[in-house]
């Protein structure tokens, strides 16, 4: 034993004093009486030696000491008005290392041991051992305290009629969140162990009242990681009021009262395990707070058998609190699935979603159902209670009156990523239209100014606006591409040019969530035949590689990002006759026209960053034209004007197709018409270098287009 004092001694060990024990039970001070040190060191390392014991009297330790126990407690008061006061500051804090049983401890009815700006570590290689452990009626009190445990430890622990009380900063962590931080213990014959504490809180693990009675008054700043346990046995409670204060649930949790200034109970932050969920009971919650929360609405499919954090409220419900539910993208949702998360059992409290959620392919919302409050697909309503019918009166039976035509269910909206995934569908299929009607237009010009061969460049550019169809929103893009070909005539007894040529188009699709940009590039090859009367066929075929991408913000603010590519096939023969009206065969001339142009693109699979598979299936496409060109023809010696106009109906005969959200279909036709004006003008100079310029408006039920484009040819 370091140093024994006994009744009526008083000792003063200064400053800067050390005590080294090393034998079984060779306490560093083992006191009755009064002892005082400043700046103390004791150092014990035999089994179960403690480094201050104290049994009687008072003994007070002041700033920049330290106490260190290999084997056994660190400071331990037990016997009649015993009492140790354990005062660091905030500059010179104290430290005790317990490689036993505890770190410090009040054992006795009158045993007290009151600590400051102390810091506490327990570790017994993964045996139990306590921070701080007050039993038989024993009182310990903290102010600004941090407690360190390794695995197998406990934090605060009080059992048969114990009391500690914390204030000010206090930490607490375990080496994992569900180790005990703070506990009660219940015993037979005992009345309730308390533990208070109030103050800043940084705990990691969690807090358990069996038979005791928890309070923790958190104030701002605090963060608790770990879970919750009371079992209102023996009168027990735990009630915790928390003021700018974070909660990250790890597990199931009950509680009796949760009062909340601004503060956050995260049930998601340490949901790491798919498909692990937890629930919350509360008898009695208040305030204003944010709940973060998963939900996995599929369950087996469809809705059947599925879960998620629940927040459980078994008796008064009060304040305004919000639901921060994660988005997941890659559950597999229909827009069908209904999902409770609130329960509660008077429908007092008012709970709403912090933004709309984002399931599979689907937007979520939170709405009050009862006294409950559930996930469901925005847009769907619940179907209305029905009315009890009324009992008809005896004499004269009841009119009965048909049931009103019950309005439509709007159809589940598709999330950001999903819209921008489906409508690439229609970004695929205008740079395809565009693509082919800006290669007719080349056939124009050959037409117009032919010679035995041609190299070609035209340059087009213009914009898009598509409209909402379906589930998908509508979207605006511009576009530039550039063509280049040459042309050769076969024979001079056949009027029948052949050519190739190859392109590229660049698109900028503008979404309501975000933007994207689109490639395609292709090549081909066409044929003209043009005869003398004025009769002509064209026919192009084209093979295309589409390239796209994506950058949307989902509802809850996080980008997105998604890309894919599909290659395409198209084949376009259009046929017309020119009617010159002079005899001379220059002057005004029309000309009526027909276009057929079948297409094939290939299916395209996306997964975008959020987990949402994205799969557009492949479609056929059948665009018919018919259409007038009223133009006049200048020529000037070597020089040739060509001036017209144009207007013509253009028809989607095919198109139909669809889209799954992580296999949820949904089907998408292109099929509707529309009306194409143009006016146009080439000039040819010297019978080798021709000039075109052509400005057309499109407007159909499915998109509107505006497009300029022009270009250069040289003929040999």
Do not use: C
């Not at 004093?17 to 083992?30: E, M, P, Q, R, V």
């Amino acid at each position: 034993m370091g140093i024994n004092v006994q009744k009526n001694s008083v000792v003063d060990l200064g400053t800067n004093s050390t005590i080294k024990t090393n034998g079984d039970n060779a306490h560093g001070l083992w006191s009755f009486g009064q002892v005082s040190a400043n700046a103390l060191t004791v150092d014990v390392t035999g089994a179960a030696a403690n480094g201050v014991e104290v049994r009687g009297g008072t003994t007070t330790i002041g700033a920049d000491s330290h106490i260190s126990s290999a084997q056994g407690g660190g400071l331990v008061t037990s016997g009649s008005d015993a009492t140790i006061n354990f005062t660091g500051t905030a500059a010179q804090r104290n430290s005790i290392f317990s490689g036993g049983s505890y770190g410090a401890s009040a054992q006795t009815a009158t045993a007290v041991v009151n600590m400051q700006n102390t810091d506490i570590t327990v570790d017994r290689n993964g045996s139990l051992a306590l921070g701080l452990w007050a039993l038989s009626g024993g009182r310990i009190t903290g102010d600004s305290l941090a407690i360190t445990g390794a695995a197998g430890a406990r934090g605060i622990y009080a059992m048969t009629n114990s009391q500690i009380d914390l204030t000010s900063d206090l930490v607490i962590d375990m080496s994992t969140p569900d180790q005990m931080a703070i506990a009660t213990q219940h015993d037979d014959g005992y009345a309730a162990s308390r533990i208070n504490a109030s103050g800043r809180m940084l705990i990691n693990g969690s807090v358990l009242s069996k038979g005791g009675l928890i309070n923790l008054d958190m104030h701002p700043g605090s963060v608790w990681t770990g879970s919750s346990l009371s079992d209102n046995v023996n009168g027990g409670k735990l009630d915790v009021a928390m003021n700018n204060s974070v909660w990250n649930v790890t597990s199931n949790s009950n509680l009796d009262t949760l009062a909340l200034s601004h503060s956050t109970v995260d049930f998601a932050s340490h949901g790491s395990t798919a498909g692990t969920f937890a629930t919350l009971n509360v008898e009695n919650l208040s305030g204003n707070s944010t709940f973060i929360m998963r939900a996995d609405v599929v369950g087996e499919g469809n809705g059947v058998n599925n879960k998620g954090d629940l927040l459980n409220i078994s008796g008064s419900s009060a304040g305004n609190h919000v639901l921060a539910i994660r988005n997941q993208g890659s559950e597999a949702t229909t827009g069908n699935e209904v999902l409770t998360v609130v329960k509660t059992t008077d429908g007092a409290a008012s709970f709403s979603a912090s933004s709309q959620v984002e399931l599979g392919g689907y937007l979520y919302d939170v709405r009050k159902n009862g006294t409950n409050w559930e996930l469901y697909a925005s847009g769907t309503v619940p179907e209305p209670t029905p009315n009890p019918e009324p009992r008809p009166a005896p004499a004269q039976p009841p009119i009965v009156n048909p049931d009103p035509t019950p309005e439509p269910a709007p159809t589940p909206k598709p999330t950001t990523t999903a819209d921008a995934g489906g409508n690439y569908l229609n970004v695929g299929y205008l740079l395809n239209y565009v693509e082919n009607r800006t290669l007719m237009q080349r056939m124009g010009d050959l037409r117009n100014q032919s010679k035995d061969g041609n190299i070609w460049l035209r340059s087009y550019g213009g914009s898009l606006d598509s409209f909402a169809s379906g589930k998908l929103s509508g979207f605006d893009m511009g576009y530039s591409g550039i063509q280049f070909g040459g042309d050769k005539r076969l024979s001079d007894v056949m009027p029948l040019y052949v050519g190739l040529y190859i392109g590229s188009t660049h698109a900028s699709p503008d979404y309501s969530g975000g933007d994207g940009t689109a490639r395609s590039d292709y090549m081909g090859m066409y044929a003209s035949y043009m005869a003398q009367n004025g009769f002509y066929s064209d026919l192009v075929v084209k093979a295309s590689r589409q390239k796209n991408s994506f950058h949307v913000l989902d509802s809850q603010n996080n980008g997105v990002n998604a890309n894919g590519t599909a290659n395409g096939l198209s084949i376009s023969l259009e046929a017309g006759q020119r009617f010159n009206l002079t005899p001379t065969g220059y002057g005004f001339y029309i000309e009526p026209q027909t276009q057929l142009t079948y297409s094939h693109q290939n299916e395209m699979a996306m997964k975008a960053s959020n987990g949402l598979n994205i799969h557009l299936n492949h479609y056929e496409s059948l665009l018919g034209r018919a259409s007038m060109i009223l133009g006049y023809d200048i020529t000037a010696g070597k020089s040739q004007l060509n001036i017209y106009v144009k207007t013509g109906a253009i028809r989607e005969f095919s198109g139909d197709t669809e889209y799954l959200l992580n296999n949820s279909r949904e089907k998408y036709s292109f099929k509707g018409n529309g009306w194409n004006n143009g006016v146009g003008v080439s000039a040819q100079y010297n019978k080798q270098h021709t000039f075109y310029l052509e400005a057309d408006y499109t407007q159909g039920n499915l998109f509107d287009q505006k497009q300029v484009n022009g270009g250069y040819r040289f003929s040999f």
